[in-house]
């Protein structure tokens, strides 16, 4: 499946859109960004937009915003009605589709087949556990079995797979065997997702039930890592401080800085536009089209930056940075801890977040020392990313190589 898969040192900006269709969906997942929106019908973001809505939003990031990718979220995509005529505009305009899914529907071969054939170009397979402990963390019995029969029609019609794991504290045993298993469907890349409550989870909804602390994860994280580069497999964990893994498996930590050199991740330019209100419900029209700048504006971190939408001084990366920051502080409450005051990567590492902070304290954070790898703070999000290979699909290859 993995046969005609670069890899390359190479960061660029991602032009990876993203679209939420609504917040229907056949699981209940504990820790879901979206679980309060999922469970009240009456919520104005759980109804599935229409098909033509979701159209005009993809013609938008493709002629817009220019992107060429698009990850289609729900709730659950497979069980919108108009999944594969979406997908097949998709792609048709340019912009080339992947779903993040639980993948429950493609149990069934025919739908496996259909979507593929729609010209869906991956699926990002949320693989959260296995077995009984799978069936517990999204509050279905049967899922697993159902989720493993998907898998097994993806690799026998030739779908490509990618996997998101979320890091709860009852996943970390099977966090190997989870490697273990994209290894065996020949997944492209797995992505870990470390505690990062927003949206429905903000202002201490979360409960400690489920979390872990980093020391704890780190563990059975790095095992899991450990089989994923034994097997030349992408291995990303978002949400992570920097000082909790040792050195040699930085190049893979992804915090908000470095989300948007992964072309897997989300472009915070369109995604700025996809994220506001009337782009994600069923009813009303869209919004104005907003910039990057622009929508960086309008956070008090730099409402009072002088020529702020016209300073030539800021570059394109700049714009970046800046809604990396944003997302970090402002969206979702990080914070320097005491240790970070002495840290040499106290300019591309998020910190911890507050929540995290409010439930396990901040002691696990240990400044780092830049001198020791160059001298003076490091201020490229790059610095460790750098290293790492990362895949890039044959139709990127033009431009992203
Ligand atoms: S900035 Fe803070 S959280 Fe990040 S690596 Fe340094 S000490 Fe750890």
Redesign the pocket.
């Known amino acids: 499946m993995s046969t005609s898969i670069q890899k390359t040192t190479r960061r660029v900006l991602t032009k990876r859109g993203v679209i939420w269709l609504g917040q229907t969906c056949n699981l209940r997942c504990r820790f879901c960004y979206f679980q309060t929106r999922i469970e009240a019908k009456d919520h104005p973001e759980h109804p599935f937009m229409s098909l033509d809505k979701a159209k005009s939003i993809f013609d938008i990031l493709r002629n817009h915003y220019g992107n060429n990718a698009i990850d289609i979220q729900g709730g659950e995509p497979t069980i919108f009605p108009g999944i594969e005529e979406l997908c097949s505009h998709s792609a048709k305009i340019g912009l080339l589709p992947t779903l993040i899914t639980n993948a429950l529907v493609l149990a069934k071969r025919d739908a496996c087949q259909r979507l593929k054939d729609s010209g869906v170009r991956d699926l990002l397979v949320s693989v959260h556990g296995l077995g009984a402990n799978y069936d517990d963390v999204v509050g279905v019995p049967g899922a697993h079995k159902l989720q493993m029969q998907a898998l097994d029609n993806c690799v026998a019609i030739g779908m490509p797979v990618r996997f998101n794991c979320v890091l709860t504290k009852s996943s970390l045993p099977h966090l190997a065997d989870v490697a273990r298993l994209a290894v065996s469907v020949g997944a492209r890349a797995v992505n870990f997702i470390a505690f990062n409550p927003f949206e429905d989870q903000q202002k201490g909804e979360r409960s400690l039930d489920d979390v872990a602390a980093y020391s704890e994860v780190a563990p059975p994280l790095l095992a899991a890592m450990d089989v994923l580069r034994g097997a030349d497999i992408e291995v990303n964990v978002r949400y992570f ?4 893994v040792p050195e040699d498996y930085r190049q893979h930590l992804y915090n908000f800085q470095q989300l948007p050199y992964d072309l897997h991740e989300w472009d915070y330019a369109s995604w700025s536009f996809t994220d506001m209100k009337p782009q994600r419900m069923r009813e009303g029209g869209l919004s104005p089209l907003i910039s990057l700048r622009e929508a960086n504006f309008r956070s008090p971190m730099y409402k009072s930056w002088p020529n702020y939408l016209a300073d030539p001084a800021i570059s394109v990366d700049d714009e970046y940075r800046h809604s990396a920051l944003i997302r970090s502080r402002e969206h979702c409450g990080y914070r ?2 005491p ?2 005051a ?5 300019q591309i ?4 977040h507050g929540d995290y902070a409010a439930f396990f304290g901040t002691d696990e ?4 020392a830049s001198a020791a790898v160059v001298p003076g703070p490091i201020v490229d999000p790059r610095h460790y990313i750098n290293a790492q290979r990362k895949v890039v699909e044959p139709e990127d290859a033009a431009w992203a190589l």
């Open positions: 401080p920097l000082c909790q320097e801890t240790a970070c002495a840290c040499g990567m106290r590492c998020d910190g911890f954070a240990q400044a780092i």
